[in-house]
């Protein structure tokens, strides 16, 4: 089976150093059998001598529970390759079909090099035997083998509303695991790992960033063994969740892996992928309002008629309906699944608000959150068969909710009505997709057999099937917010919500950190109330614009209170976003001074040829230092491009200011805009006060040497 002998930095080498360099980790052993090390590769076999967790695992009845795997034939895209034979290309799919005769077990092996140099790998496992019963999968965990000297390992964990906060540590023997049990990606999801030489960062040092890509019980492991270092992912199973009858197949999840110098260039090969994949790429990102920090659940025509009209007036181009609008839905305690407009909030229907909202010039969307059912519900009374658990009785209530059984033919026919219906008949461009607990005790009703990999499966086969319905359909993935962000549900949304947290101070650091798997113009990014409804900070309308600025932009506001002076500024933002959001949507992404706590955070987009860039610039909380230089990375070396930026008056005085920054934003009237080497704004930097915490200045270059 196949060994991944090097993941990293281009070789160039011919067919026969190749070939040769493959062959000089073989030793001979006592005799050329006996002591031979065993050389794990991407399915590493028990068998065989492995000591670490088997890439494979199953079992007949307890029998045919250590498969011994033997290839029978290579194809690279399609073509199948001799044995011995060597081909150097720049990308491809490369396909091991493999089988233990013994065991009656097939398997496919899938290793991808995509256009964007992203690497991935899943396998299928086959039960081949027609008379031994049913093959039990306990796990497939496909291994990425690492070099030695990525030393240092970073992840993050999180909770409601505080998503994504970072941890660094070394690489020790034994195995760091990450997993989830949640039944989604969940809260405290680390998304990605990144291992990588010490020390590194968003620019420097060699980094490998993986990332197991499905939403429902997964794992992220790093083990480190005897001269063998490998990153390796894939499905936690539930115990008797993948029984296999003769004939059928398992297909893992693709786990990924990203290679860069710097945690940006691995970002960016996930970006490309995404970019290449999701509608959100072919059209500019529509600036959007959501209603539910403005009304909750307390809904009614008037008032959201005047909130899309005044949406309207400030530039907003999607309005969207949350929570709240549906059959008996007062609160959180009732109503989930009963998805028909409440005849006591909207008597004449959702029509009316829609033709308002479409009149203004504004597309429609709505909340829905179709895998989850209120016991309180006429659904719930209808079919109590259609509950999700493992026991007689029914799991735990989280947030008043259980989990709709989407594996029942007839409850996933009922939700893909209901949804088509609401689509057609009310011309709803955008769904916000949401999903608030996590799948404990879930159970098929019938049996009390564990249901989570079937459920995953499900909801994929549901939105799928409803966005071939409507192609024009966007749907957001919100899960409490940053709950649901992997790539098996973001091959099939078109932005997440990054958290339900829109304190900006908070969210800087939640859209640094989700960015390592997902671009700007998928992280949902919305300008709330000054005083947050999460932490209770109160934060400067430029603030908390220039955080969202880089992102899908949008409001989670009553726009109703806003001051006529704060309307011209905000409208002014949603002006400078949608002349900009193409840029924000195609650039590449650039960070600095993620781990260095006096230095400022920086977070930007640079223009694929180098013609302009964005930066939003945040001062550190608290620095020991008054003033610091902030490099402008991923400008071209030999250009020169002149400064404009966007000041808040809360940076500080003017004379304290350095001169650049007065020249750049007229308060120095008499001074020319400045311009610079791109050389020196990338590796020396502008110099920036940095005594006032938690500042943010946001920082457009444009090359001002050549045409563009």
Not at 97 to 125: M, N, P, Q, Y
Not at 146 to 151: C, E, Q, S, V, Y
Not at 270 to 276: I, N, S, T, V
């Given at each position: 089976m196949p060994v991944l002998t090097h993941w990293g930095p281009r070789i160039h080498a011919s067919d026969h150093d190749l070939v040769?360099?493959?062959g000089t980790s073989v030793r001979t052993g006592i005799g050329g059998v006996s002591d031979v090390p065993y050389e794990p590769g991407i399915l590493p076999e028990h068998s065989q001598g492995w000591g670490g967790l088997p890439g494979i695992r199953a079992h007949r009845a307890g029998a045919a529970w250590s498969p011994r795997l033997v290839a029978a034939t290579v194809t690279l895209d399609g073509e199948t390759l001799a044995e011995g034979g060597v081909v150097q290309r720049q990308g491809g799919l490369v396909s091991i079909?493999?089988?233990?005769?013994?065991?009656?077990?097939?398997?496919?092996?899938?290793?991808?090099?995509?256009?964007?140099?992203?690497?991935?790998?899943?396998?299928?496992?086959?039960?081949?035997?027609?008379?031994?019963?049913?093959?039990?999968?306990?796990g497939v965990n496909?291994?990425?083998?690492?070099?030695?000297?990525?030393?240092?390992?970073?992840?993050?964990?999180?909770?409601?509303?505080?998503?994504?906060?970072?941890?660094?540590?070394?690489?020790?023997?034994?195995?760091?695991?990450?997993?989830?049990?949640?039944?989604?990606?969940?809260?405290?999801?680390?998304?990605?790992?990144?291992?990588?030489?010490?020390?590194?960062?968003?620019?420097?040092?060699?980094?490998?960033?993986?990332?197991?890509?499905?939403?429902?019980?997964?794992?992220?492991?790093?083990?480190?063994?005897?001269?063998?270092?490998?990153?390796?992912?894939?499905?936690l199973l539930l115990p008797g969740e993948v029984r296999l009858a003769s004939g059928e197949s398992y297909v893992s999840p693709w786990v990924y892996g990203s290679f860069g110098v710097g945690l940006d260039a691995a970002a960016a090969r996930?970006?490309?992928?995404?970019?290449?994949r999701s509608r959100s790429s072919r059209r500019p990102r529509p600036v959007t309002l959501n209603v539910w920090e403005a009304v909750y659940f307390d809904h009614d025509f008037d008032t959201l008629a005047e909130l899309a009209t005044r949406a309207a007036g400030l530039g907003v181009e999607r309005f969207v309906l949350d929570d709240g609008w549906f059959l008996g839905r007062r609160d959180d305690t009732a109503g989930l699944g009963d998805w028909s407009p409440d005849p006591v909030a909207w008597p004449d229907g959702l029509g009316p608000l829609a033709e308002h909202v479409r009149g203004l010039g504004m597309e429609f969307g709505l909340w829905v959150e179709p895998e989850m059912i209120n016991e309180d519900s006429d659904l719930a009374r209808a079919h109590p068969d259609w509950i999700l658990k493992a026991r007689g009785e029914l799991p735990p209530?989280?947030?008043?909710?259980?989990?709709?059984?989407?594996?029942?033919?007839?409850?996933?026919?009922?939700?893909?009505?209901?949804?088509?219906?609401?689509?057609?008949?009310?011309?709803?461009?955008?769904?916000?997709?949401?999903?608030?607990?996590?799948?404990?005790?879930?159970?098929?009703?019938?049996?009390?057999?564990?249901?989570?990999?079937?459920?995953?499966?499900?909801?994929?086969?549901l939105i799928d099937e409803l966005r071939q319905r409507h192609p024009a359909l966007e749907i957001e993935s919100c899960a409490s917010g940053g709950g649901r962000v992997d790539l098996g549900i973001l091959e099939r949304t078109d932005r997440v919500h990054t958290s339900d947290n829109h304190d900006?101070?908070?969210?800087?650091?939640?859209?640094?950190?989700?960015?390592?798997?997902?671009?700007?113009?998928?992280?949902?990014?919305?300008?709330?109330?000054?005083?947050?409804?999460?932490?209770?900070?109160?934060?400067?309308?430029?603030?908390?614009?220039?955080?969202?600025?880089?992102?899908?932009?949008?409001?989670?506001?009553?726009?109703?209170?806003?001051?006529?002076?704060?309307?011209?500024?905000?409208?002014?933002?949603?002006?400078?976003?949608?002349?900009?959001?193409?840029?924000?949507?195609?650039?590449?992404?650039?960070?600095?001074?993620?781990?260095?706590?006096?230095?400022?955070?920086?977070?930007?987009?640079?223009?694929?040829?180098?013609?302009?860039?964005?930066?939003?610039?945040?001062?550190?909380?608290?620095?020991?230092?008054?003033?610091?230089?902030?490099?402008?990375?991923?400008l071209l070396a030999e250009a020169r491009y002149r400064v404009e930026a966007a000041r808040p008056d809360s940076l500080g005085p003017w004379w304290l200011s350095p001169h650049w920054l007065n020249k750049t934003t007229g308060l120095d009237s008499e001074a020319e805009v400045p311009s610079y080497s791109g050389s020196l704004l990338r590796e020396a930097g502008l110099d920036l006060l940095t005594s006032l915490p938690e500042r943010a200045l946001v920082l457009r270059l444009v090359r001002v040497d050549a045409s563009t």
């Open positions: 040769e360099y493959a079909a493999a089988t233990d005769k013994w065991a009656g077990i097939g398997v496919t092996l899938e290793i991808d090099l995509t256009a964007t140099g992203l690497l991935r790998t899943r396998v299928s496992v086959r039960n081949e035997s027609d008379a031994h019963g049913h093959l039990e999968i306990v496909p291994a990425l083998r690492l070099p030695g000297d990525a030393r240092e390992i970073l992840d993050f964990s999180g909770r409601w509303a505080t998503e994504k906060i970072p941890q660094r540590h070394p690489v020790v023997f034994g195995t760091h695991t990450r997993g989830s049990r949640r039944g989604r990606t969940g809260l405290d999801a680390t998304t990605v790992v990144a291992i990588g030489t010490p020390g590194f960062d968003a620019l420097a040092g060699r980094v490998w960033l993986c990332h197991v890509g499905i939403g429902g019980n997964h794992e992220h492991a790093v083990e480190r063994s005897d001269g063998h270092l490998a990153f390796r992912g894939g499905e996930y970006h490309g992928f995404l970019r290449e209530r989280f947030r008043y909710q259980q989990v709709l059984d989407l594996t029942n033919p007839e409850a996933f026919a009922h939700i893909l009505g209901v949804l088509d219906g609401l689509v057609t008949d009310h011309g709803v461009a955008y769904l916000k997709w949401d999903h608030n607990r996590d799948l404990i005790d879930a159970g098929h009703p019938a049996t009390g057999a564990p249901a989570v990999h079937a459920q995953t499966l499900a909801l994929y086969g900006p101070l908070d969210r800087a650091r939640m859209l640094r950190w989700t960015g390592l798997l997902v671009p700007p113009e998928m992280l949902g990014s919305h300008v709330a109330s000054a005083v947050s409804s999460v932490t209770g900070r109160t934060s400067d309308l430029h603030t908390r614009c220039a955080i969202a600025f880089l992102g899908h932009f949008g409001i989670e506001w009553d726009i109703r209170e806003l001051e006529d002076a704060e309307a011209a500024v905000l409208s002014r933002w949603i002006s400078a976003y949608q002349e900009h959001r193409e840029l924000i949507s195609t650039g590449r992404v650039v960070a600095d001074g993620d781990f260095d706590p006096d230095a400022p955070a920086l977070r930007g987009v640079v223009a694929a040829d180098g013609s302009e860039a964005i930066y939003t610039i945040m001062t550190p909380p608290l620095s020991a230092d008054s003033r610091h230089r902030v490099r402008l990375p991923g």
